[in-house]
C-alpha cells in the first residue's frame, strides 16, 4: 500500500476512532492523523498476529483493523497526557 493509502486510511481510522470515543484531546487534526496513521500500524500488526491477515490494502478489514488500533493508541494518549495542564 502506498504513503498516500497510508495517510488516507489513517485520516479516515483516526476520525471514527475519535467519533466513537469522543472527548477532550491535547492535539488537534494533525495528531487525530497521525494517531490514525499509526494506529492503522499497530492495527495491521496486531491483525497480522492474530489472524494472518493485517493491513494490505484499502479494504473493510483494513479499516476496521486500523480503527481498532487507533482506538488503543488513542486511550493510550489520553492516559498519558490526562494530568498534563495546557496552561503556560
Partial sequence: MGI???IVLGL???AIAKAIMPGRDPGGIIVTILIGIVGA???GFLGNMVTG????GLNLWSIILSI???MI???I???TTRGRS???
Avoid: C, D, H, P
Fill in 4 to 6: 498516500i493509502a497510508w
Fill in 12 to 14: 479516515i481510522a483516526g
Fill in 41 to 43: 500500524f499497530i492495527g
Fill in 53 to 56: 491477515s493485517g493491513v494490505n
Fill in 68 to 70: 481498532v488500533g487507533a
Fill in 73 to 75: 493508541l488513542l486511550w
Fill in 77 to 79: 494518549y489520553r492516559a
Fill in 86 to 88: 495546557t496552561t503556560v
